[in-house]
């Protein structure tokens, strides 16, 4: 079945860049995404990408995406007290039949981002 | 304001006592599911619903049911909970098709004593 990993903990200094890593196993998945979660809240999508794209900007946030070696990778530029969160790494999964269907989500364990002042 | 919303937020209950846990979104979306989370491994699905009367089994589907009467609604039931189901749960929402975001609604947390 589909497997999604990532390491359970990333502790960076407040002002350096986070790298947070992933790796999936379902080839056909079409969108992989970022949530974040901080404490006591909510998923909040952050970001995703294309299959078809290598990489994604948006401000501080950069994604990077290794296709053929199934590897997706959030990097969190000028890393801040706020970024201090769960990070969840998650892949698509068609669901409901060829006929239409839609995407459900198959979601890593998470990384917990820790900020060092 | 579109939004997923559920109750209760926070529930302790005894085993073997039903329970219905509530979810309900208004933007019109075919797409819901719910997931668990617990410490560790992460959102697991349990079941999802492609529309009104259309249910299907995630990946943890046992000791759960769901129903899907009207759209809008998608409410997770516990016949008889145990406490290997105390856990945070999240219902979601999407319009159908590929690449569409879910919407997450705030989490319901469980204790089953």
């Known amino acids: 079945g589909e497997d999604v990993e990532q390491s359970l903990f990333l502790s960076v200094r407040e002002g350096d860049s986070s790298v947070i890593n992933c790796t999936y196993t379902?080839?056909?998945?079409?969108?992989l995404y970022w949530y974040k979660q901080e404490p006591g809240a909510g998923l909040q999508l952050l970001t995703y990408?294309?299959?078809?794209?290598d990489m994604k900007q948006d401000q501080r946030l950069t994604v990077l995406l290794n296709k053929k070696d199934k590897h997706l990778s959030l990097r969190i530029a000028d890393t801040q007290t706020g970024d201090s969160a769960i990070y969840f790494c998650?892949?698509?999964?068609?669901?409901?039949?060829?006929?239409?269907?839609?995407?459900?989500?198959?979601f890593g364990k998470g990384t917990h981002l820790i900020i060092q002042p | 304001e579109a939004q997923v919303t559920q109750n209760p937020r926070y529930l302790i209950t005894v085993t073997g006592k039903k329970l219905t846990v509530t979810c309900s979104q208004n933007?019109?979306?075919?797409?819901m599911s719910w997931y668990r989370q617990d410490p560790g491994l992460g959102l697991r699905q349990i079941y999802y619903?492609?529309?009104?009367?259309?249910?299907d089994k995630g990946d943890v589907p046992e000791g759960y049911k769901v129903s899907r009467k009207e759209k809008r609604n998608f409410p997770l039931i516990l016949e008889s909970p145990s406490p290997n189901q105390t856990s945070l749960y999240f219902c979601?929402?999407?319009?159908?098709?590929?690449?569409?975001?879910?919407?997450f609604g705030p989490g319901t947390r469980l204790t089953v004593l």
């Open positions: 979601a929402s999407s319009r159908p098709g590929q690449g569409n975001e879910q919407f």
């Open positions: 379902d080839s056909s998945s079409t969108y």
């Open positions: 990408i294309f299959s078809n794209m």
């Open positions: 998650a892949e698509s999964i068609r669901q409901g039949g060829s006929g239409g269907g839609a995407d459900g989500l198959t």
């Open positions: 933007m019109n979306h075919e797409y």
């Open positions: 619903s492609m529309n009104v009367e259309a249910t």
